[in-house]
């Protein structure tokens, strides 16, 4: 400490010059330099706030019992290694890009960048402190924390980390290592920051390393230092950097708070309570029950039910049990789509405006979340609500939080399962995001939606979460019964699913599992009301005589009664250019309906611009959802977009074979609101509302060698051989829901590599070894991709491998190389226009060569996502322009160039063999595409 070191009395030592104050620690936009001592000391500030305000109350506890100390004591520690993050500017190298003080010798060589060399020095300094040794010294984990706070942990030579070596490493000698010395001394005589007597787990590590990285962020912030540079005393005496602390630790509260950094606080109450509007029905009572007093710490809460049976208010109910119980208070909700991410945003709103205290931060998080109006959204699902305006509730998305790689920190997210697997590559700032995870509790919706890549990654997020003590809640409508060992056994931390007794998860009913004790589980008795049965008719798909699949003879021959006597139905179709055509076949069969029994029509995909998909997204599930005025007849035409989380009640369902987890996934968007029963047209329910009726279409003849090569690229032929034979089987007794669907589930999915033949396979063996053998191809990929689970990780650089792509290329899904095409409509003049040959032409940049963030929106809302391979032929003639190119997101986009000759005639945009069309009907069409 100072105190030791320097000598003389207290006074004398306050007011002596320690550090110098002409070593800069931020100089862009200020106009003058900041020096490193005060940046050090705002961050030290911004960290201690965090602690206080934001950290989540279990995750304190956890850190501090690690180190051995108080949660206060601890806290201070923490806040110092903040502190030290930047040491490393007080280099030659950092120091030389502006003009080095008099005094400072310039470096004999090149000398690391700052956050390298951060971790070089302090791995010598901080051991000088104290701290544990042994085989895992607890001071270079810290250089290795600190040295990550640019997002990526450095892997150095062990030798390079020894006092000795220090001065060949061009650190700097003399006068740099008494000012490295003597800011630590002055930092640690301010701050006190107590001795750990234990080390820290790497995986606790990890999480401290986002902590640090958040303060550096908001003490970096050019507004922010503006605001202390008058604060700036003339010398570097002890007396003068305390006062300035003083003044930065009175700033940092506010500043975190502003940035909307405050923890969740949500109203206890019961279930009814909580969700008022309704009485709960057997799953949700069952949770409200017994949940409770299962929960005796951190834990995994696996939840089955069909669609459409409450999951979201049970496992919200539930993330507030295991959160209080946790100490983490905070939610994130992760869902497979971006569309169900925007729908349940929503729904949380609207909770949140009932049950929380004070202000909620919430964001969205996608890839195209900036896009969303989330402001209106909030304020629209409030309003829904009836909560009056004064309430003291208040959710909102702060703008600092809309910055990129911030949104997960918000007290309650609601985004993509992506989002929390970056958390698992080797990302940049991948600790940020484990760190954002660790104060919440993590619901993951349409688990069984997941295929062997992306359920091997979460795997390992699972056992990072279980390893953090992360409350998780799995939610899904079928889940299969060795998944569901798999992911508890990677909660548990089990090196295989059999270490301690595998959960059964009933159907429906929950389970839930802690690290070290069996799990809990509970069957619900289904009341009789709600036992439904489900027929399931095959159809074999027709072949035209151009080869092309043939739905129409079916589909004209099924919605007869629905023209004559009304209703509403959906087919779904696995590809997008099967969707168009059968969208095509029935408008031609329409026009041949009598005018007053001619259903309205509506197509519904992927390659919709973004403003026409989300239009008509909205006019499908206000139509077809629990309240909204029903229309006298609508035939849907989708994709599997409509599977997942779209609340649709459909009178009748007509899906291509798919696997049969997802056709019982389909069938749930039949009949899903018993307060729809009575209004349904005679054809589609007998007495009482049952049964329900889906026609399945399947191979040519019910020949299934000759399954579509569309259906078996999307999905594994032995899946649908598997699908096909088990419905041949239920067709004559049909489908007891939820009675039969979990011995389905688990007979069409008898794990990644059956022991023992399947007779639903005989026949069709080879297809099973090709399944298996895509298996071991997606669960390799995903092994050499992601990080270390946390008993496996040797150190911290483990988490920073490779080339550590943009988060925007990092592989969360198997071959999904989705990009982004822009149709423009390109006039004689050249002029781009957007949404047709007389649209608005593309919006100009400023003289800063910028575009406003609503023209930015904009243009996006006309993109349309796409596989990569489908424009893998794309050339610079396929990128915007100079200026737009320029600027982001516009550089990333592919342009589709529409020519509009003199007639208003469009041509196709062309890309390698491929040509493209935007219809204003079908959406964006692949001219010739079969």
Known sequence: ???????????????????????????????????????????????????????????????????????????????????????????????????????????????????????????????????????????????????????????????????????????????????????????????????????????????????????????????????????VPVAGTLAAVRAFHAGSASAAPGLVAAAGLTRLRLRPGSFAEEFPDFWPNALQASLAEHLPSAVTGPGLLMIAAPTGFGKTE????????????????????????????????????????????????????????WLSPVDEMIAKAVSADGVSGDRETRARFPEWMRGRKRGLLAGVGIGTIDQALLAVLPTRHNALRMFALAGKTVVIDEVHAFGPYMRSLLVTLLSWLGELRIPVVLLSATLPAHVAAELAAAYRGSAAPGELTDPVVSYPGWTYVQRDTPPISHAVSFPAEQRRTLLVERRPIAVGDDGELDRISVLTREFGDLAAEGGCAAVICTTVAQAQQTYDGLLSWRATVPASQRPDV?????????????????????????????????????????????????????????????????????????????????????????????????????????????????YPAAALIRADRLLAEREASGIVVPDDVQELVDRGNPGDFPAHQDPLLVGFEKAETERSADVMVEQQFAHNRQIPQPRRLTRLADLSVGDMPPEDHAATRFNADSVRVLPCYEDVDRELRLGGPNGETLPTPDSQGQLARAELIAVMRHTIPVSGHLVAGRGDDHALPPPWRDIWPLGDLVLLRQPVDETGRISPARIGERTFLLDAERGLVEVGEG
């Not at 946790?326 to 929503?346: E, N």
């Not at 077809?624 to 977009?641: E, F, K, N, Y």
């Open 1 to 231: 400490m100072v105190t030791g070191d320097a000598g003389g009395d207290a006074a004398e030592i306050e007011h002596r010059v320690l550090v110098d104050l002409r070593l800069w620690g931020k100089e862009r936009d200020l106009g003058r330099r900041y020096p490193a001592i005060f940046h050090l000391v705002d961050t030290a500030a911004v960290a201690a706030a965090l602690w206080d305000d934001m950290v989540a109350p279990g995750l304190r506890e956890d850190i501090a019992a690690e180190l051995g100390l108080s949660v206060a004591a601890a806290g201070r520690t923490v806040q110092f290694w903040a502190a030290l993050h930047d040491i490393g500017k007080l280099t030659p190298h950092f120091q030389c890009q502006l003009e080095l003080p008099a005094g400072y010798p310039t470096p004999g060589h090149e000398t690391p960048a700052h956050d390298r060399a951060a971790h070089l020095w302090l791995a010598s300094a901080l051991a000088e402190y104290g701290y544990p040794g042994g085989r895992r010294p607890l001071a270079r984990l810290i250089a290795e924390v600190l040295g990550a706070h640019h997002g990526r942990f450095h892997r150095i030579d062990p030798g390079d980390l020894l006092p000795a070596k220090l001065p060949f490493l061009g650190l700097g000698t003399g006068p740099w290592e008494e000012q490295r010395r003597a800011t630590s001394e002055v930092l640690a005589e301010i701050l006190r920051p107590a001795v750990p007597t234990a080390s820290l787990s790497r995986s606790s590590a990890m999480v401290v390393a986002g902590l640090v990285i958040l303060a550096d962020w908001l003490a970096s912030q050019t507004r922010y230092i503006k605001t202390r540079l008058d604060a």
């Open 314 to 369: 049970a496992a919200l109910f539930s993330a507030r049990v295991l959160g209080a119980a946790a100490g983490r208070p905070g939610i994130y909700v992760a869902l497979p789509t971006t569309a169900t991410a925007d729908q349940m945003f929503a729904r949380v709103a609207r909770y949140l405006s009932r049950r929380g205290v004070g202000d909620v931060s919430q964001a969205l998080l996608h890839g195209m979340a």
């Open 602 to 714: 509506v197509l519904l995909h992927s390659r919709f611009p973004v403003w026409q998909r989300e239009a008509i997204t909205t006019r499908v599930t206000t139509g077809l959802g629990r309240d909204g005025v029903r229309p006298d007849r609508l035939i849907l035409v989708s994709t599997q977009v409509i599977e997942q989380s779209l609340d649709l009640d459909l009178d009748f369902l007509v899906s291509d074979l798919a696997p049969v987890e997802l056709l019982l996934q389909r069938a749930g968007r039949l009949h899903r609101h018993p307060s729809r029963d009575a209004g349904r047209p005679p054809w589609a329910s007998a007495v009482g509302g049952e049964p329900r009726r889906m026609v399945v279409l399947t191979a040519p003849e019910g020949d299934l060698t000759r399954i579509p090569g569309a259906w078996s690229y999307i």
